[in-house]
Nanobody, 123 residues
Framework: VQLQASGGGLVQAGGSLRLSCTAN????????MGWFRQAPGKERDFVAA????????YYTDSVKGRFTISRDTAKNMVYLQMNNLKPEDTAVYYC?????????????????WGQGTQVTVSS
């Protein structure tokens, strides 16, 4: 499975961005997906995840109420809507697929990774 993330950019604090992730295989639509981010000099951290069914969603505390993860099975896409962005959200954002339906918040549980998209939030 090859994943492609897009939608990053430069935005002012309080602004919004929507990240998208697609895969080159239809089976991707059945798998749990996650978004992770990595700031310079820091570890890759969990942001949000969605189960293969799309029913279960998980968020790290710092983005709850601001970010929304969703998926469109027909389009083979997963999205991360990011509102009220803050400078501390600045990072490279990665989408990842577990290869199974159950989502987790642990990076090592995800087998397939996209190339990352840069999100920069200015103050």
């Amino acid at each position: 499975v090859q994943l492609q993330a897009s939608g990053g950019g430069l935005v002012q604090a309080g602004g919004s961005l929507r990240l998208s992730c697609t895969a080159n295989e239809r089976t991707f639509s059945n798998y749990a997906m996650g978004w992770f981010r990595q700031a310079p000099g820091k570890e890759r951290d969990f942001v949000a995840a969605i189960s293969g069914s799309g029913i279960s969603k998980y968020y790290t505390d710092s983005v709850k109420g601001r970010f929304t993860i969703s998926r469109d099975t027909a389009k083979n896409m997963v999205y991360l809507q990011m509102n009220n962005l803050k400078p501390e959200d600045t990072a490279v954002y990665y989408c990842a697929s577990r290869g199974v339906r159950l989502a987790t918040m642990v990076p090592v549980d995800y087998a397939y990774w996209g190339q990352g998209t840069q999100v920069t939030v200015s103050s």
